[in-house]
């Protein structure tokens, strides 16, 4: 039996007080609130601790803890949601190409859903850390889209699409996918292997992100960087742990886990990043 999602919850913790409809004008408020109010964070995997994909563990972490997490459960418990609200949506994979070496072929360890309204497909990803969407794409090739931050597009490649964005004036191509559906199992593996593999950067390092209406908020180790919508970045060195939890709490809007070690941690990433 299928666990139900709390979607009165949900609501709460993303700040949404619009109808239900499964709609695009509900998809749109949805997609631009959720990276707003839920960061992307990887502290269990830095930490060593599971991250684990069922529906009863994704909202009591991400609903209820006021944590964050990275993009299979940020896209799993956004599928539940829309689930729940009637629209059909299909979970995708995709390898990333944003700072990978050009060439490089990267293992399928990204997530994002394929929304379809009145017979329209969409695409939609909340956990996509720095560069995440803020509103879905239609899928549909080689137009450039605007979302509430950035210009989007897919670039069509053979019978895949690239997800572009446009930084800086220069299109920047974020991850390669194609319209294969994805299943738990899928999920569950890729979750593994980059939650737990000793060469993952979720397992090496910390990575962290939020976005406002105004700006995005970028956190990668001890190195903070705030990206405004006029084309400015502010970025600042974290010479501390206590710095590092301060900006995780104030500006990635987290709330910190219980966990003893996580100093030590943060204070070894200083060292290891100097």
């Not at 509900?26 to 959720?34: D, P």
């Not at 709330?255 to 060292?271: K, N, W, Y």
Request: glycine residues 8%; aromatic residues 8%; proline residues 6%.
């Amino acid at each position: 039996m299928t666990e139900a999602i709390d979607v009165d919850a949900y609501f709460h913790r993303i700040g949404y007080e619009g109808g239900r409809a499964p709609t695009l004008e509900t998809l749109r408020a949805l997609h631009r609130l959720h990276p707003e109010a839920i960061p992307f964070e990887n502290l269990d995997p830095l930490l060593g601790r599971p991250v684990l994909l069922d529906v009863s563990s994704l909202e009591r972490k991400l609903v209820r803890e006021g944590r964050g997490g990275y993009c299979f459960e940020h896209n799993l418990l956004f599928r539940d949601v829309l689930k729940a609200l009637g629209f059909a949506v299909t979970g995708l994979a995709a390898r990333v190409l944003w700072n990978a070496p050009e060439g490089a072929v990267t293992p399928r360890t990204h997530m994002l859903l394929r929304v379809e309204i009145d017979g329209e497909p969409y695409v939609a990803d909340v956990g996509f850390g720095g560069q995440v969407l803020t509103g879905p794409l239609r899928l549909e090739a080689d137009v450039e889209q605007i979302t509430p931050h950035e210009p989007f597009r897919l670039v069509r490649a053979g019978e895949q699409f690239v997800m572009q964005s446009k930084i800086r004036d220069a299109w920047v191509s974020l991850y390669r996918f194609d319209l294969q559906e994805q299943f738990p199992p899928d999920y569950e593996v890729a979750n593994w292997y980059v939650s737990t593999h000793p060469a993952s950067i979720f397992v090496n390092g910390l990575l962290a992100a939020r976005t406002t209406p105004d700006r995005r908020y970028a956190l990668r180790n001890n190195q903070l960087a705030v990206h405004h919508l006029n084309g400015g970045t502010d970025k600042r060195t974290l010479a501390t742990a206590a710095e590092i939890r301060e900006t995780l709490q104030a500006a990635i809007g987290l709330t910190l886990p219980d966990a003893p070690g996580l100093d030590e941690v943060l204070t070894r990433l200083i060292a290891q990043f100097e």
